[in-house]
T-cell receptor, first 111, second 114 residues
Framework: TQLLEQSPQFLSIQEGENLTVYCNSS?????LQWYRQEPGEGPVLLVT?????EVKKLKRLTFQFGDARKDSSLHITAAQPGDTGLYLC???????????FGKGTTLSVSS | GAGVSQSPSNKVTEKGKDVELRCDPI?????LYWYRQSLGQGLEFLIY????????KSGLPSDRFSAERTGGSVSTLTIQRTQQEDSAVYLC????????????FGQGTRLTVV
């Protein structure tokens, strides 16, 4: 069974701080996706990383895919209250029939 | 509509009753997924449809749960004889072809079993 483990589970920081969220697995994934979910809404895709070692930047968010394609990280620079939410990593199972999610990191940024 | 639509948005039901949750995917999307999310938790996969067939039902937690999809479009998730542990948010997602593509989610149905 392919599992994705995220850490930390909860993160509470002040505006302007930097943070990193991790997503790890013992399985290889062809790609990993990062979603952000706000209360009362469904998850929304932020980015998909496909190539081992790949780094993608989305404004203040930097996503990295591990060389072995078993792990990924999300780094936020100078966090803002608008970054508050549940961050989820996800990857398709080997059969391509299910998008498997980690349990998520709940981020709270206070001003 | 432009996005994935789910109804109802909230459902309160008595223990033992049956409920039906509806999902309208994005037009043209052949892949459709159902997930369950407990408070503050990640998403638990329930079932995957490609067209009208369900090649992966491995996430359905018991035989009280079933789902169907008709016309390659609307899907219904049915929970029979609901239990309190069924209380959760049920999310539906669709993607263009299910082949490692982006999944678009609805806002979910919050089910409360009392």
């Amino acid at each position: 069974t392919q599992l994705l483990e995220q850490s930390p589970q909860f993160l509470s920081i002040q505006e302007g701080e930097n943070l990193t969220v991790y997503c790890n697995s013992s399985s290889v994934f062809s790609s990993l996706q990062w979603y952000r979910q706000e209360p009362g809404e469904g998850p929304v895709l932020l980015v998909t990383v496909v190539t081992g070692g790949e780094v993608k930047k989305l404004k203040r968010l930097t996503f990295q895919f591990g060389d072995a394609r078993k792990d990924s990280s999300l780094h936020i620079t100078a966090a803002q209250p608008g970054d508050t939410g549940l961050y989820l990593c996800a990857g398709y199972n080997q059969a391509g029939t299910a998008l498997i999610f980690g349990k998520g990191t709940t981020l709270s940024v206070s001003s | 509509g432009a996005g994935v639509s789910q109804s109802p948005s909230n459902k309160v039901t008595e223990k033992g009753k049956d409920v039906e949750l509806r999902c309208d995917p994005i037009s043209g999307h052949t892949a459709l997924y159902w997930y369950r999310q407990s408070l503050g938790q990640g998403l638990e996969f329930l079932i995957y449809f490609q067209g009208n067939s369900a090649p992966d039902k491995s996430g359905l937690p018991s035989d009280r749960f079933s789902a169907e999809r008709t016309g390659g479009s609307v899907s219904t998730l049915t929970i029979q004889r609901t239990q309190q542990e069924d209380s959760a948010v049920y999310l539906c997602a669709s993607s263009f072809d299910g082949m490692n593509t982006e999944a678009f989610f609805g806002q979910g149905t919050r089910l409360t079993v009392v």
